[in-house]
């Protein structure tokens, strides 16, 4: 029975090396910023949009969000990262990346992670419309579901063998200009209206039953509107704050 129960997990681990937004070396990410920023600068173009309640912002070097200002510390119970509240696009897209990785499939289901996620999101204000503001978000949450959080049957083999999934910064942080592929000036009309591509280095780590762990390496870009944003009701969050507009899936499966 032992020997039975450690190939379903040699196989779970494989289905989750397929997941969309992994690379087992790390680097799809950084191979694919090209086609990552010409979608930025590309869409959408119906809208300049209203300018954010801030002005252009050049996110630090070493963001350090205050300790304890999230906008729910209760998640934390299902195995979840917090939401920061924060206008620092570094800190807040790094935080996104981690919390698109962190997990419990014994503490939650599939579908209240991708909930839980789903807060994290905001209106694209580049719209006019609202409409068009709610069907580009709901675009980006179907993106996130078909794309991104690990696939149904994946996330059902993980839960079979009590899986819970943690993660943290792996290398470099990049922002903006940090990335090769942009051209001088290319991304400043975003910046200006508070977007900003911010990818991450992240190493997870998965442990199941027992004593079951392995890791996996991989990156993860996310687009970050800092100001101009719909914060969370009953929340600390005003419209200063960082929310997420997408995450990049690396692959399409």
Same mark, same amino acid.
């Given at each position: &029975? ?16 397929k ?14 910023v090209?086609g990552?920023? =010409?979608?930025l ?6 809208s300049e949009?209203?300018?954010p309640?801030?002005g252009? &912002?050049?996110?630090?070097a %070493? ?6 200002s999230?906008?729910?510390?209760a998640?934390?119970?299902?195995g979840?990262l ?8 570094k800190a ?5 990346a ?5 997990? %419990? ?7 209240q992670f991708?909930?839980?996620?789903? *807060? ?8 006019d419309?609202?409409?068009?503001q709610q ?14 959080i ?6 059902d ?11 943290? $910064? %792996? =290398?470099?942080?990049?922002?903006d ?11 400043d009309a ?8 911010? *990818?991450?280095?992240?190493?997870? *780590?998965?442990? =199941?039953?027992?004593?079951v ?8 870009? $996310? ?13 600390d ?5 960082c ?6 899936p690396?692959?399409?499966?």
């Amino acid at each position: &029975m032992a020997r039975r129960e450690r190939a379903a997990l040699t196989d779970s681990q494989r289905r989750t090396r397929k997941i969309a937004w992994a690379s087992a070396a790390g680097v799809v990410v950084l191979v694919s910023v090209v086609g990552l920023v =010409g979608a930025l600068i590309s869409a959408p173009k119906d809208s300049e949009g209203p300018q954010p309640t801030t002005g252009a &912002m050049s996110p630090s070097a %070493d963001p350090a969000p205050e300790s304890g200002s999230v906008v729910d510390a209760a998640v934390t119970e299902f195995g979840w990262l917090p939401e920061p509240i924060t206008t620092d696009a570094k800190a807040y897209g790094t935080a996104a990346a981690i919390a698109g990785s962190t997990y %419990d499939t014994t503490l939650a289901t599939r579908k209240q992670f991708l909930d839980g996620l789903g *807060t994290w999101h905001t209106l694209d204000p580049r719209y006019d419309l609202e409409t068009d503001q709610q069907d580009a978000l709901a675009s980006k949450l179907e993106e996130l579901n078909r794309r991104v959080i690990v696939p149904e049957t994946d996330w059902d083999a993980q839960a079979s063998n009590d899986i819970a999934v943690t993660a943290k $910064v %792996d =290398g470099k942080v990049l922002v903006d200009y940090d990335h090769l592929s942009p051209q001088p000036g290319s991304l400043d009309a975003l910046m200006t209206d508070g977007y900003h591509l911010v *990818t991450t280095n992240i190493l997870a *780590t998965y442990s =199941g039953r027992g004593d079951v762990t392995y890791q996996e390496r991989y990156a993860v870009s $996310v687009q970050v509107l800092c100001g101009n944003t719909a914060p969370v009701e009953s929340s600390d969050q005003t419209p200063a704050d960082c929310k997420l507009i997408r995450f990049f899936p690396e692959t399409r499966k």
